[in-house]
């Protein structure tokens, strides 16, 4: 997962040098010249140029079948045919439409997509959203409904596109994101070190995020970012968090339930536990639940019998030392020294005892 | 005279398989939970079903062991407070002699081998690691185990100390098993392939005057003194023989130096 993350990102980013390159060359797809346009325009224009033409379906719901051709210029497939997606409609008059509605002529356009991007489609095939399509929910989104028809660009760019896609059916998640650290970064920033939601939740493949099998994913998804060394010292943040997490009972825990059998009864507490999902803030922020002081109201959504002195047991992903923990440090320094001390010792005491007896044959 | 020499009581047998026992469960279930990232860790959790099974075993043998502990340690005090056990395994000034003699003689320094008694320094050493260690690993894990209740009654801190602490303790037990104890008790060459005086109890005569020869010297000299005084008082006191009831009773054998040929 996190492999998919970093290689999407790596995408993006050569995307962008690639843009910034040939825009500097004055040969990127605004200096272009002469705009594409489907090689058969003309001839199906002839008839949805007519800003009347509609179909009515079963469902009584009216289908205009005027094409614009403005949107198409500039899209990514501005120089297919329109008989390239409209299969079949080469034949005029063209055969009849077997969807009773609007909706189910888009779900079934799909087919459409697959001929060309079948290795994307096949992915669409492990996605929530199919899963909730085959329950029988036609709103479930299908290509079109997040890349468009007849207008496609490419979906990341700019990459504050994604949650402005996302956003169109999820727009509670979408709002808290905006206001995240991320979100924000993302938004007013145009920042590219930050995740859009398809950077955590994928974006064809998308699994069900409440799945505890993807929940555990949590800390390695975050990690991908957040103990990347080159990444985090940007923006001065600490890259021990994730094996800071995973030393602690929290994080034995998660890494462990996530190779045993069947779900676990209770998960340990995740990366999102503490820090929220789309909502996460600065852990410094003024007000923050992660502040020392209100720590312990986290640790009671989970623990509610805990008490003052209970927050001290974590801490905080820091590395102990003599400033931080300095009986856990002098705890782990202790055993460093002493168990090679008595362990080595035991072991040349063996070598000298089957020494001496060789020596005595 | 008997070949075979009682060393040790059915009550120390027990003790010893039952930690034998809990020692395997504890290690089997708290390794992966230490090196939780590797694969093997993977393995072991995923054989026993659960990372919640796994706990609930750990927990269970820990509890288990932490009473044994207890056992013994209630055990041991009563008896020799009431005068039935002698304090063999109280390190002495002897035994670091001992210990200084002994690697002498393995850096070939001297000839002179040392001469111990019911138990040597290097048994001595296994006996107070595993009790005092025992004992860190039983508190720490109970800690572990109940951190809120440790947080209410104490700083937050000592839980990670206490999990620093269990993790160490528990590889450094582990380790010493692995490395000094089936070396001793299994690959030495005087023991090849196994020592079997803690299972079976007895001990032949002739390990007996090499390994304990101080003990075996005075198990003679106290049957010397019982045959006497059994030869001066024939059929005065009954209650007063002493080697009679040894047989029958190792914990009291104890209480006698464990003064027990015993027939094979």
């Not at chain 1, 290795?119 to 299908?142: C, E, I």
């Not at chain 2, 609930?56 to 043998?61: D, E, P």
């Amino acid at each position: 997962m996190s492999e998919g993350i970093l290689r999407r990102s790596r995408d993006a980013c050569a995307a962008l040098l690639l843009l910034a390159v040939t825009a500097g060359s004055g040969e990127g797809a605004a200096g272009r010249q002469v705009p594409q346009r489907p090689p058969d325009a003309d001839e199906c224009l002839a008839c949805h140029g007519e800003e009347e033409l509609a179909l009515d379906l079963p469902s009584g719901e009216r289908l205009a079948l005027h094409v614009d051709l403005a949107p198409m210029i500039g899209s990514v497939h501005e120089a297919l045919r329109c008989a390239d997606c409209h299969a079949g409609m080469t034949e005029v008059p063209h055969p009849a439409i077997e969807a009773r509605n609007a909706r189910e002529l888009t779900v079934g356009l799909q087919a459409t997509c697959r001929r060309c991007h079948f290795a994307t489609y096949t992915k669409t095939l492990d996605s929530v959203h199919a899963a909730v399509m085959a329950q029988g929910n036609l709103a479930a989104p299908v290509c079109t409904d997040c890349h468009g028809a007849h207008d496609i660009r490419r979906p990341g760019q700019p990459r504050s596109r994604i949650s402005q896609t996302c956003a169109r059916c999820h727009a509670g998640v979408s709002a808290a994101y905006a206001e995240s650290v991320h979100g924000r970064a993302l938004i007013e920033e145009a920042n590219v070190d930050v995740p859009a939601c398809t950077d955590c939740h994928r974006s064809h493949d998308i699994a069900d995020p409440r799945r505890p099998a993807a929940l555990l994913q949590t800390p390695e998804l975050c990690g991908s970012c957040h103990a990347d060394e080159r990444r985090m010292q940007k923006y001065g943040l600490s890259t021990k968090v994730l094996q800071t997490y995973l030393a602690d009972f929290h994080g034995v825990t998660a890494s462990l339930q996530r190779v045993g059998r069947g779900d676990p009864p209770r998960l340990a507490a995740l990366c999102i536990d503490c820090h929220g999902v789309h909502d996460i803030r600065p852990v410094d922020a003024s007000g923050s639940p992660l502040m020392r002081q209100n720590l312990l109201m986290v640790c009671r959504r989970c623990h509610p019998s805990a008490t003052e002195k209970f927050p001290d047991a974590w801490l905080s992903h820091y590395e102990p030392s003599w400033d931080r923990a300095p009986l856990v440090y002098g705890a782990k320094l202790f055993y460093a020294v002493f168990i090679p001390f008595v362990v080595g010792g035991l072991g040349l005491q063996i070598l000298l005892h089957i020494w001496r007896m060789v020596v005595n044959r | 005279m008997s070949e075979w020499i009682v060393r040790f009581s059915r009550r120390q047998r027990v003790e010893h398989l039952l930690t034998m026992v809990l020692f395997v469960v504890l290690a089997v279930t708290g390794l992966p939970q230490k090196y939780f990232e590797s694969s093997w860790a993977e393995w072991v959790v995923a054989a026993i079903g659960t990372l919640e099974r796994v706990r609930w075993i750990h927990r269970l043998a820990g509890i288990l062991f932490g009473l044994l502990l207890v056992t013994h340690l209630v055990t041991v005090s009563v008896l020799t407070v009431t005068g039935r056990a002698a304090l063999t395994l109280v390190p002495t000034r002897k035994d670091f002699a001992d210990a200084v003699t002994q690697l002498r003689y393995y850096l070939g320094v001297s000839d002179e081998q040392a001469r111990c008694g019911r138990f040597d320094y290097r048994q001595k050493f296994e006996y107070w690691g595993l009790l005092l260690g025992g004992v860190a690993m039983t508190l720490t894990g109970l800690i572990l185990y109940l951190p809120i209740q440790t947080a209410r009654v104490a700083p937050g801190e000592l839980i990670p100390v206490a999990k620093v602490v269990h993790s160490n303790e528990g590889l450094l037990a582990l380790l010493v098993v692995v490395v000094w104890h089936i070396y001793n008790a299994h690959l030495a060459p005087e023991v090849f392939p196994m020592d079997t005086s803690i299972f079976t109890g007895r001990i032949s005569r002739e390990r007996m005057q090499h390994e304990h020869p101080l003990e075996y010297e005075a198990i003679l000299a106290q049957q010397r003194r019982a045959a006497e005084a059994a030869a001066a008082g024939e059929g005065a006191q009954a209650g007063a023989a002493p080697a009679g009831n040894v047989l029958e009773d190792p914990e009291r054998a104890e209480a006698r130096d464990r003064v027990s040929p015993l027939e094979p």
